[in-house]
Structure formats: structure tokens, C-alpha cells
């Protein structure tokens, strides 16, 4: 085990995750008299808005994913661990991560955690093997795989009823992520593989969104919800609202509709994007302190973003509930900016008293449904069609972290957009195998270990990560 600091020296700011928010916190710190130390389990800063271009063969993981390291090279204040935060202890003011087999305790003195929300299965984990989320560079690498896949194995196939199940996608949730992702396989399957395959027409591919809501996309309702369902239709793509996912298997799925009826739809590939939980940190937060949790696993924060009772400590971004929030980058982004404020404001000798309240500048939100398509709302403006995908654009290129990348996905966006072509289109077999052989394999060596009398955490074969390490 380490401790960081060994010697500490200025104050020690530590910050879970390299998200939007943590990122954002980070930056905003550059020029503190602080130590910041961002900790995260993975080495990249991911940019989720673009996930499903990744899964759908447009964009490469380096497009959306920067080396968190080397966005703040520059930073001289700031050093990066990767790790898995495992432990937050609000009373010694430390944070435990593991990284292969080590643990390293860092100490602090304000603390941000922005580590996010995972993907919501609403009590039914098991349908994740069979309808994986997208929230990581690996779903969205195992979508693409298990994607791609469907097409190769219908081609190979000459059972018809195999045939159509290969070639039936759905995708649960409605909401922008679900959207996008409905409309992209389609265009995938339109257009992209036309003509690419000898004993199947990829354009004959059933799409399927549905959702448990009366309209797609349901947080803009009205003329933006009814636009995106008319663009998703002419794409072929078929909407079914109102509709409640009561079980997954890897041959299909059960659906109870309004009136109470279950069917059954025959479908090989399975997308999950219906709901989200914040980071278990969240919980272990309020365990320590006097913070409640939403359904969603979301801290209830004070007006300045802290904890109650621990105003050194901040939850931002997709783990923080105040005021209705959505869970959107910007939230993130402006909540790790304003934590920071708030840092060097105690730094100049300003007690948490006199913290002004967290205040959200909603500056609109959009989707994509295809290309020369999307749908925003800024303030009343509504804004859909080619114009709403012009503004898209321009928007998620700002955001994109890095003059690089920035080029690299204008270029392939113009290839994909303007042409037929997308240059992301290789998958492997790891990519789609490897984490359920993972899970399976944790699933068996627990249950060895329950058999032999042990604890889970000590299977039989020994900790995995030590023998690695
Ligand atoms: C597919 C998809 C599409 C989206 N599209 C949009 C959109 O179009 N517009 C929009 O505004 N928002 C969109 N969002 C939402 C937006 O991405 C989130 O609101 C935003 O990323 C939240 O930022 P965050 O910093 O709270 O969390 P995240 O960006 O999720 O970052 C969490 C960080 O914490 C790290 N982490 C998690 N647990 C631990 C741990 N135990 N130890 C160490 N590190 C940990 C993760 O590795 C990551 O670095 C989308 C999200 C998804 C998944």
C-alpha cells in the first residue's frame, strides 16, 4: 500500500473521475496554490455524447476518448492515478484506490467526486448479458462487435427464422441515446452495407426502439418528440411506446404493452440505454454522513454542492441530485467549475457560509436522429432538421477535447456523412466475448468458493490480480 502525499505540503485537492465534471474541476484548479490529484479507473476522458458513433463504426475510440495524462501535461499542479476508488472515508479525509493487486491511500482536504452513473437494468442485472448498455469505450467496442456480428452470422445462415432474428436490433430506451443509436443503425444497414453482402440485404434489417413513454424522447414532448419519431420512421426504424421490457434472453425479448398483453420479439442483437444509477460512492458518502440518496443512487447535495456537514467534500455531475437536474455534460461541467470556485474561494480566507448557490445556466440540449437530422431546444427555440444538425455539429466539436481530434472527426464525419463510407468498421472477437468469459468466469469462481466454505473474495484459483501483478 502507498499513501500520497508522503510529505504533504500545500492543500490537497483530490477529484474522482475524468469525466466532464472531473475534468472541468481539474482545469478550473490550474492556477491554485493547491495539489490536485485526480484519481480515475480509467486513463481516458471520455466524451459519452459521441459513444454511439464509436458503436456504430463512425468515429475511433482515440476521437472521443484523450489520455486524461496528456490533456494536463501542462497543469504542473496536477498529477494523475489511475485507479479504482473503492473507499471514501469522510472522517480521516482519505480516499482509497486499487489498481492490479495495490492499494493507494490519498489523503485530502477538499475533496470533488464526480464519478458518475452507470447503466440501470431497474432491478434485473441479468438482462445485461444479453442487452448490454453503453456508457464505456467497452460497450460501445462490444455493441459495434455484436452489431457487426448479427449481419455476418445472417449472411452465413440459411434458416429464414434464424435469418430474421439475426437481422432484428432493438433498442430499449427512447430517450436521446436510444434515439441516435436506433437511427444510426439504420443508416448503418441502409446504406453504409448496401451491396456488401451476397445471400442477405442488410437493408432489410428490422429496427426497433421502444420504450415505456407515450413519445421518443420524452423530455422534450410535443413538436421536438413528434419530429425525431417522423425522421426515425422514414429511416425505417419502427417505434413501439408504451411498451415495458419484463425479460431478456440471448434469442429475443418479452414485452408487456399497456393493455397487460406480453409478446415476444426474436431478436439476436440488444441494446440497453432505458435508465441510469450514480456510482456506489454515493452511497457510501451518505452512509458517512447526514446526505440521503435518491432512487437513482444521486447524493442529495446542499446549494453549494457539498455534502451536508462535510463542506470540504462536493458531489457533482450524474451523482448529484439538487434542483431536478438532468444528467447532461453541461450540469457536470459547470458543477466542477463551480467547485473549484468554491475551493480557492476557502484558500482567500472565505468560510462555506458564504458560498453563493449553485447556479445551472441551461444552455439547451440536442440529439441527432441521422445525418443532416436532429432535434434542439434552446430556451423556448425549438430547433429540428438540418439547421438542429448544423448546430449538433458545431457544438460536440467544440466540446471535443483536443485540435487532433477535432480534425480526425471532422474527417470522418465527412466521409460518413457526405459519402457511404465509415472507417471504423473492424471488431474483434474479444471485443464482443471477453467480458461475458469475464463474468462467467467471477460467477464460477464464486460459487467455487462458496462450495469450498470461503468468501467470495478469496476464489479458489487465488486473487487474479495478484497473480497478474
Ligand atoms: C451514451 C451517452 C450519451 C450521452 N449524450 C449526451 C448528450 O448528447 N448531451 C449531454 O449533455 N449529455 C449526454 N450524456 C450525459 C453526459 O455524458 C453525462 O451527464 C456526463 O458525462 C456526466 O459527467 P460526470 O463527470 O458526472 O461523469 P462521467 O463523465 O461519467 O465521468 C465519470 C468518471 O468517473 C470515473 N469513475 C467512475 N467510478 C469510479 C471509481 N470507483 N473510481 C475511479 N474512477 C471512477 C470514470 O472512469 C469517469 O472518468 C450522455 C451519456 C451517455 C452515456
Known amino acids: 500500500m502507498s499513501i500520497q502525499p508522503a510529505e504533504p505540503r500545500r492543500p490537497q485537492v483530490v477529484i474522482i473521475g475524468s469525466g466532464f465534471g472531473g475534468l472541468f474541476a481539474a482545469q478550473a484548479l490550474r492556477k491554485a496554490d493547491v495539489d490536485v490529484t485526480m484519481i480515475a479507473r480509467t486513463t481516458h476522458h471520455l466524451f459519452q455524447p459521441l459513444l454511439y458513433q464509436v458503436a456504430t463504426g463512425i468515429l475511433s475510440v482515440g476521437d472521443i476518448a484523450p489520455a486524461t495524462r496528456l490533456i494536463l501535461r501542462k497543469q504542473k499542479n496536477t498529477q494523475v492515478l489511475l485507479g479504482n ?23 485530502f482536504d477538499s475533496l470533488v467526486v464526480a464519478a458518475g452513473a452507470g447503466q440501470s437494468y431497474f432491478g434485473n442485472d441479468q438482462f445485461a448479458e444479453f442487452a448490454p448498455g453503453m456508457k464505456t469505450i467497452d460497450d460501445a467496442l462490444e455493441l459495434r462487435g455484436r452489431i457487426l456480428g448479427a449481419f455476418e452470422q445472417a449472411e452465413v445462415s440459411d434458416d429464414p427464422d434464424e435469418r430474421r432474428r439475426l ?28 451491396g456488401a453482402f451476397r445471400h442477405i440485404d442488410p437493408a432489410h434489417a428490422r429496427v426497433v426502439l421502444l420504450d415505456g413513454a407515450d413519445n421518443v424522447l420524452p423530455v422534450y414532448g410535443g413538436k421536438l418528440s413528434r419530429k425525431a419519431a417522423e425522421k426515425l420512421e422514414d429511416l425505417g426504424v419502427e417505434i413501439q411506446l ?12 418479452v414485452v408487456k404493452d399497456r393493455d397487460g398483453t406480453l409478446r415476444r420479439i426474436e431478436a439476436r442483437c440488444k441494446v440497453w440505454s432505458a435508465g441510469v444509477q450514480a456510482s456506489p460512492l454515493g452511497k457510501q458518502i451518505a452512509d458517512q454522513s447526514d446526505a440521503e440518496i435518491d432512487r437513482a443512487g444521486r447524493v442529495l447535495v446542499d446549494p453549494d454542492l457539498s455534502v451536508p456537514g462535510h463542506p470540504n467534500v462536493f458531489v457533482i455531475g450524474d451523482m448529484m441530485a439538487l434542483d431536478k437536474l438532468p444528467g447532461l455534460a453541461q450540469v457536470a461541467m459547470q458543477g466542477g467549475k463551480y467547485a473549484a470556485k468554491q475551493i480557492k474561494a476557502g484558500l482567500a480566507g472565505h468560510s462555506p457560509e458564504e458560498r453563493p448557490p449553485f447556479k445551472y445556466f441551461d444552455k439547451g440540449s440536442m440529439a441527432t436522429i441521422s445525418r443532416f437530422s436532429a432535434v434542439a431546444q434552446v430556451g423556448k427555440l425549438e430547433i429540428t432538421g438540418f439547421i438542429g444538425w448544423i448546430a449538433w455539429l458545431a457544438i460536440h466539436l467544440m466540446y471535443l477535447i483536443g485540435f487532433r481530434n477535432r480534425l480526425s472527426t471532422v474527417i470522418s464525419w465527412t466521409v460518413s456523412f457526405l459519402g457511404r463510407g465509415r472507417a471504423q468498421m473492424a471488431s474483434t472477437e474479444q471485443q464482443v466475448f471477453a467480458r461475458i468469459a469475464m463474468n462467467r468466469m467471477q460467477k464460477e469462481d464464486a460459487a467455487a468458493a462458496r462450495a469450498a466454505g470461503l468468501t467470495a473474495d478469496e476464489p479458489p484459483g487465488g486473487d487474479p490480480e495478484k497473480a497478474a501483478g
Not at 85 to 99: P, R
Not at 167 to 194: D, M, N
Not at 242 to 253: H, P
Request: hydrophobic fraction near 40%; avoid cysteine.
Open 167 to 194: 437481422l432484428t436490433f432493438v433498442v430499449v430506451g427512447a430517450g436521446p441515446t436510444g434515439v441516435e443509436l436506433a437511427g444510426q443503425i439504420a443508416e448503418l444497414s441502409r446504406r453504409t452495407l448496401k
Open 242 to 253: 408504451g411498451a415495458l421490457v419484463t425479460d431478456v434472453d440471448a434469442d429475443g425479448l
Open 85 to 107: 476508488v473503492e473507499s471514501i472515508d469522510l472522517d480521516e479525509n482519505t480516499v482509497t484506490s486499487h489498481l492490479l493487486g495495490r492499494d493507494t491511500v490519498t489523503r
